[in-house]
């Protein structure tokens, strides 16, 4: 049984395989270790090329997963899937300075840490030739995850970083999972000091492959903040579908107005603008709120059906409260905002009715595949 396992989660990652499987066997000579790709069934053969590597070097492995995303997720499930005391974690795209591995096992191991952090902010560690927007970027996050979460280390962001198993086992019932920060996850839930070592390391320029970070990263990030400040006390999908709920009330306010201005009785203003909403809210959240479930080609348009059907009787509420609050001369806001209040409620209803019937049948990527 290997001492090592490293954790490679891939998504279109084809031509970095292979000379990450060269580099870590040069590094890690005369170690017993493992390397396990976690792909998400990439669709530049990323998986078909980690077997290929496998087929020819038994250190190699590869765990596929079929209509599902996420870093962090990956390298959970990937760290489930080995049993070696020693676990490294680390980008598949060789941004990550591999040479640094054996001092960061060496202080894991010596120093008697849980985790030990490869940064980019302590001496000896730099950001590279990272283009300014991205710095600033992660300048931004690590600012916002500090002031939320307080950690006491240079980089909570990295994604490179070794742990014994013993501390992944006392967290793993509890992490979050979600998005690119599974190093953020594992401190943040932690419910004792965790003993952190850091090692610092130049981040490298990508050669080949492209970035994945996109919105619905940079959405996932607020989410896992959220999740680790709230505790799980509240429901993050209840918190996301409030957000979009209140996106959805400014935009009907906005239509209403618009719409009444243009000369639009009270009654057809009402059931337009609700309309345009109802369709707007069934989008978003079926993109941020239920993304795991996310529906798609037929299975979308019958859930657009389903739940404009069950909103319409929320419209049908929304137009007898409407008439009634201006007879009672209730100020427009206020209106607004207890209107969608009830109409939000039926929609999460009917949401939560439709994604927990559908769950375990795969609808689908949780995220875009781009
Ligand atoms: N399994 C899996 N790996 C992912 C996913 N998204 C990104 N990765 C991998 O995670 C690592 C970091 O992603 P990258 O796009 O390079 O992030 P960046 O370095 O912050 O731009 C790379 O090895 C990606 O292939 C995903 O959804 N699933
Ligand atoms: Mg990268």
Not at 22 to 49: C, K, R, Y
Not at 348 to 357: E, K, L, M, Q, Y
Request: net charge positive.
């Amino acid at each position: 049984m290997p001492d090592l396992s490293v954790i490679v989660p891939t998504y279109n990652e084809h031509d970095n395989i292979r000379p990450l499987v060269q580099a870590l066997e040069e590094t890690l000579a005369g170690m017993d270790f493992e390397i396990v790709f976690v792909d998400d069934d990439s669709t530049d053969g990323s998986s078909a090329e980690a077997r290929a590597v496998a087929q020819q070097n038994a250190r190699v492995r590869i765990v596929q997963r079929i209509g599902r995303r996420g870093l962090a997720s990956a390298v959970v499930e990937g760290i489930l899937a080995t049993s070696s005391p020693w676990l490294a974690v680390m980008d598949g795209d060789l941004q990550h300075d591999e040479r640094i591995l054996p001092e960061m096992l060496r202080r894991l191991r010596d120093e008697n840490l849980d985790l030990v952090i490869g940064s980019r902010h302590v001496d000896g560690g730099s950001m590279g030739h990272f283009a300014s927007g991205r710095i600033r970027l992660s300048e931004a996050g690590r600012r916002l995850t500090r002031s939320i979460v307080h950690l006491d280390v240079s980089d909570p962001m990295s994604g490179f970083f070794v742990l014994r198993r013993g501390f992944f086992d006392e967290v793993a019932h509890e992490l979050s999972s979600v998005g690119f920060k599974i190093l953020l996850d594992l401190l943040a839930t932690s419910r004792r000091p965790v003993r952190v070592g850091e090692v610092g390391y130049t981040f490298r320029t990508r050669c080949h492959g492209e970035s994945k970070l996109d919105m619905v990263v940079g959405l996932e990030f607020l989410q896992l903040l959220l999740d680790k400040r709230l505790g799980g006390y509240i429901p993050i999908s209840f918190f996301i579908f409030g957000l979009v709920g209140a996106t959805g009330i400014l935009l009907n306010l906005a239509l209403m107005r618009l719409l009444l201005a243009a000369g639009l009785l009270l009654r057809p203003a009402v059931v337009v603008s609700s309309a345009v909403v109802i369709v707007f809210n069934y989008i978003l959240n079926n993109r941020l709120t239920f993304r795991s479930r996310r529906l798609r080609g037929l299975a979308f348009w019958q859930g657009l059906a389903i739940f404009s059907l069950a909103c319409a009787l929320g419209l049908n509420a929304n137009l007898y409260l409407t008439e009634n609050l201006i007879r009672a001369d209730v100020p427009l806001l206020s209106r607004h905002a207890f209107q969608r209040s009830m109409e939000l409620l039926d929609q999460f209803a009917v949401c939560v009715g439709r994604a927990t019937r559908l769950r375990g049948r795969p609808v689908g990527h949780a995220r875009d595949v781009p």
